[in-house]
């Protein structure tokens, strides 16, 4: 009863760094996002994607990259890490864009000195 | 776009006390949902509620009950008898066809609800 999976939960980068953090669905959800999660600030929208081949930026792109190769999976991809990157990031999948609610990882906590 | 408001930052009560957690929306859209989420001390997010725009029925699930009121653009959630396990961050949530990013799902800032014993 996997659900979402995010890896990895912690992670401790220096700044110019680069790392990908992992998501994988298993309820064949043609719809995934990236949102991240800082205090005072809500959860904002990072990247998302409706189907294998096809993403689009959110309200906070820069930064970060996407890919969508297969249903199951959506890693992000931080290329230079910045300290402005310290934060906790949640994947989610739902099977309808509009109707349907999201599920989501249990969050990856990133820290960038 | 849109927007979710949630005036209260944090709340403290008393076990066995009612509670209601406020959440006000904007959207220019005529078909819309709404969403509640608990996120507990250990940080993931729980799914609670869907609520379609075309529906203003209320719901109620066991202590919980959401009162959805189209003409204040409300949709607040009660908890009656609360109890300790009650304490964590909600979130309300709005998806909409004017949201962009596809209806992504637009959040309120949270209340943080702390039930005291």
């Known amino acids: 009863n996997a659900g979402v999976t995010q890896t990895p939960k912690f992670q401790v980068l220096k700044t110019g760094q680069s790392m990908t953090l992992q998501c994988a669905q298993d309820m064949n959800h043609e719809y995934m996002s990236w949102y991240r999660q800082d205090p005072g600030m809500g959860l904002r929208l990072i990247h998302y994607?409706?189907?294998?081949?096809?993403?689009d930026q959110g309200e906070v792109p820069n930064g970060y990259n996407v890919s969508r190769s297969t249903t199951e999976d959506f890693p992000l991809r931080l290329l230079s890490a910045a300290p402005s990157q310290t934060s906790v990031y949640f994947c989610a999948s739902s099977y309808s864009s509009l109707t349907g609610e999201l599920f989501f990882g249990e969050g990856s906590r990133l820290t960038v000195l | 776009a849109q927007k979710v408001t949630q005036a209260q930052t944090e709340i403290s009560v008393v076990e066995k006390e009612d509670v209601t957690l406020d959440c006000v929306y904007e959207?220019?859209?005529?078909?819309?949902?709404l969403f509640w989420y608990k996120q507990p001390p250990s940080g993931e997010l729980v799914f609670l509620i869907r609520?379609?725009?075309?529906?203003?029925q209320n719901e109620i699930s066991g202590r919980y009950s959401w009162n959805f009121q189209k003409s204040t653009s409300s949709f607040n959630f009660t908890i009656t008898a609360s109890q300790v396990v009650d304490s964590a961050v909600y979130f309300c949530?709005?998806?909409?066809?004017?949201?962009?990013?596809?209806?992504?799902?637009?959040f309120g800032k949270g209340t943080l609800l702390t039930v005291n014993p």
């Open positions: 994607s409706v189907g294998a081949g096809i993403t």
């Open positions: 959207t220019r859209d005529t078909t819309y949902y």
């Open positions: 609520r379609n725009s075309f529906d203003e």
């Open positions: 949530a709005l998806r909409s066809p004017s949201g962009g990013s596809n209806y992504k799902l637009t």
